[in-house]
């Protein structure tokens, strides 16, 4: 009798690893942190990022950083605990109008829900509703919630195109470019 409880005991443990270890290494979304401002780096994510963007949000950000632009600002921020958030900051100068243009247009024939003309920007609010807005600022946890973010800021006088795509949890981790981008928003709208 008690070798057979010492093995339905060691069966049990045996299965309870098995199960834990395929918990840790299923990995997605992946514990941890990550960061790059190296724009050599664009675009390497994790399997969660890379299915988030494909499935959940419009391809505003470009696949990669085009032949015909400079980055000249890079930020990607992931982070995974308890809840998954991630952040994206691109900012590209194109080297002509006509390269300015094509861009452009791909971001229009993508349907933008909302636009905004801030003085000479023009803003492409792809996700970026004004409850998610509201959410985002009140102080006020609500567990699980994800607030979508995606934004195109476009400057026909520089020639320049801010990407900002963002899966943020409420009460979670702030980042301050859309932090500003959200209180510009707002100063408008009131």
Do not use: H
Request: some cysteine; charged content about 25%.
């Amino acid at each position: 009798m008690a070798k057979k409880r010492a093995l339905i005991i060691s069966v049990a443990a045996a299965i309870a690893l098995v199960v834990a270890v395929l918990v840790l290494t299923r990995n997605d979304p992946p514990f941890g942190e990550a960061s790059s401002d190296d724009a050599g780096e664009y675009m390497q994510v994790n399997l969660f990022v890379e299915k988030t963007l494909a499935e959940e949000f419009a391809p505003v950000l470009p696949q990669q950083i085009p032949a015909n632009a400079t980055a000249e600002r890079y930020t990607y921020r992931y982070s995974s605990g308890i809840d998954t958030a991630f952040f994206f900051d691109l900012v590209l100068r194109f080297d002509g109008d006509d390269a300015f243009s094509q861009e452009y247009d791909r971001l229009k024939s993508l349907g933008a829900a909302e636009t905004l003309q801030i003085d000479e920007v023009e803003y492409l609010l792809f996700a970026c509703d004004s409850k998610s807005v509201s959410s985002y600022f009140d102080d006020e946890i609500y567990d699980g919630l994800i607030l979508p973010f995606n934004i195109a800021a476009v400057d026909p006088e520089n020639r320049t195109i801010e990407y900002l795509t963002a899966r943020v949890q409420d009460g979670g981790a702030r980042y301050d470019r859309l932090t500003e981008l959200l209180m510009l928003f707002e100063s408008v709208d009131n």
